[in-house]
Nanobody, 116 residues
Framework: QVQLVESGGGLVQAGGSLRLSCAAS????????AGWYRQAPGKERELAAF????????LYGDSVKGRFTDSRDVNWKRVYLSMNNLIPEDTAVYFC?????????WGQGTQVSVSS
C-alpha cells in the first residue's frame, strides 16, 4: 500500500507561482510513474503532468505545457509540480497519482485558486 499526501496549494494572483509537493509513504515498488491531475468545479479530472519511470519522459496536459514542470526524487518518495505564470483557469483541486505494476494510488488533493 502507498499513501500519498499533497501540500503546497493555496491562493495566488494571476501571473504568480506555486510549487506542489506529494509525499509518498508505504511500500513503494514497481513504480510505473507518478504525477498530477486536476479537477475544476463542474469539470472532469484532467492530466496536468506525469513522469514515467525508466526514462526522461514527462507528459504534460496541453493547457499547462510551458508553464508547469513535474519532477521527483530518486526514490519516488517526493513528487513535485512547479507551476508558473498561473492563470484563473488553473483553479482546481490538484491530485497526486502514483501508478505501480499492481495498483493505482491517489492523494486527497490540494486546492489551488488563482485570482484575476
Amino acid at each position: 500500500q502507498v499513501q500519498l499526501v499533497e501540500s503546497g496549494g493555496g491562493l495566488v494572483q494571476a501571473g504568480g507561482s506555486l510549487r506542489l509537493s506529494c509525499a509518498a509513504s508505504g511500500i513503494i515498488s514497481g513504480v510505473v510513474g507518478a504525477g498530477w491531475y486536476r479537477q475544476a468545479p463542474g469539470k472532469e479530472r484532467e492530466l496536468a503532468a506525469f513522469i514515467r519511470n525508466g526514462g526522461s519522459t514527462i507528459l504534460y496536459g496541453d493547457s499547462v505545457k510551458g508553464r508547469f514542470t513535474d519532477s521527483r526524487d530518486v526514490n519516488w518518495k517526493r513528487v513535485y509540480l512547479s507551476m508558473n505564470n498561473l492563470i484563473p483557469e488553473d483553479t482546481a483541486v490538484y491530485f497526486c497519482q502514483m501508478v505501480t505494476r499492481g495498483a493505482e494510488y491517489w492523494g486527497q488533493g490540494t486546492q489551488v485558486s488563482v485570482s484575476s
